[in-house]
């Protein structure tokens, strides 16, 4: 079987590699300005660009991640009144954390501390919530490995990778809280509203991204 990271340059794989692991990539990340164009990059535009959106970031971490010796996975988050959310995943010590690219405070980074893939998703419920200041998370989905699309050179093609946003759209998820809990939520408050806030890029118009 071939490398699936041959199709990337030796200067590529060094970059990627020098990040060393998850934390390593949440810094790039961080550090990369967040866009709001609707692009679905792969990672190798991505890191010549060094800027992305939520969905681009996701996928960029998953290809770095990879190249530290990682499995490239995601989890998609489903969201009402409000737009779903991506994150790249990762084990260690049998817990599971996160890198993630978000215009959102609090929706990026997790250590590796949680035991399941549910707890993972709950720790972003509170600080997840739309422009009406309304909590919207409300389904994670089962983990997806993108060396499936392989094939389709996910991580280096210059074409967009909207075979995995179509992917997501069609996997299974699983319901975070039931209807009566949905019903009860409050409204995120000021304070809490400013600090995830904070940093925020915007279009002329402003849009709610994750």
Same mark, same amino acid.
């Given at each position: 079987m071939s490398d699936p990271l041959a199709n990337f340059s030796p200067a590529?794989?060094?970059k990627l590699r020098a990040m060393k692991g998850p934390y390593g990539v949440q810094k790039f990340l961080?550090?990369?300005?967040?866009?709001?164009?609707? @692009?679905?990059?792969?990672?190798?535009?991505?890191l010549a660009?060094? @800027?992305?959106?939520?969905?681009?970031?996701?996928?960029?971490?998953?290809a770095a991640?990879?190249?530290?010796?990682?499995?490239?996975?995601?989890?998609?988050?489903?969201?009402?009144h409000d737009t779903d959310?991506?994150?790249?995943?990762?084990?260690?010590?049998?817990c599971w954390g996160a890198v993630a690219k978000s215009n959102y405070t609090s929706c990026r980074w997790r250590e590796p501390v949680y035991? @399941?893939?549910?707890?993972?998703?709950?720790?972003?419920?509170?600080?997840?919530?739309n422009l009406r200041r309304e909590r919207s998370l409300r389904r994670f989905s089962v983990p997806v490995n993108l060396k499936r699309f392989d094939r389709q050179h996910w991580m280096t093609t210059d074409q967009p990778v909207w075979f995995i946003v179509y992917h997501l759209f069609d996997i299974k998820h699983y319901p975070l809280i039931t209807p009566a809990m949905a019903k009860s939520?409050?409204?995120?408050?000021?304070?809490?509203?400013?600090?995830?806030c904070l940093g925020k890029a915007y279009k002329k118009s402003p849009q709610i991204t994750k």
């Open positions: 590529e794989l060094r961080d550090a990369a300005p967040y866009h709001l164009a609707d @692009t679905a990059w792969s990672p190798r535009r991505v660009e060094e @800027t992305a959106h939520c969905l681009e970031g996701a996928i960029f971490a998953a991640l990879r190249a530290n010796g990682y499995p490239p996975l995601l989890l998609d988050f489903e969201a009402e959310h991506v994150i790249a995943i990762f084990r260690q010590h049998g035991r @399941t893939l549910r707890e993972l998703a709950l720790s972003y419920f509170n600080g997840y919530f939520l409050h409204r995120v408050d000021e304070r809490l509203f400013q600090a995830e």
